[in-house]
């Protein structure tokens, strides 16, 4: 299923993302921000569980900010297996 979340506090203002029906994550998007970082980001995270993504990127921070691009990823990806847990 595809996912939009509209970021909060980063550079970048979206991240656009799939979960399968298995929980992996594929064809990860950010629109804003520092172009290699998030194609970086991207191609580390493309085939992952989301569990696991959580779990690896969840409470990284961006300088004295207290999020970062990949944190939002976190972030968006706990809503998403929140969601699918209610279900």
């Known amino acids: 299923m595809k996912y939009r979340y509209k970021t909060i506090g980063t550079c970048s ?7 399968d029906d298995d929980g992996i994550v594929h064809n ?16 580390l995270v493309e085939g992952m569980s989301a569990e696991v993504v959580v779990g690896r990127l ?9 999020t970062s ?6 972030v968006a ?5 929140a969601k699918r847990s209610q279900q």
């Open 13 to 19: 203002q979206q991240i656009d993302f799939e979960v």
């Open 28 to 43: 990860v998007q950010y629109f804003g921000g520092c172009n290699g970082n998030q194609q970086g980001i991207s191609s």
């Open 58 to 66: 969840k409470g990284i921070r961006c300088g004295m900010k207290p």
């Open 69 to 74: 691009c990949p944190d939002q990823l976190a």
């Open 77 to 81: 990806l706990e809503k998403v297996l």
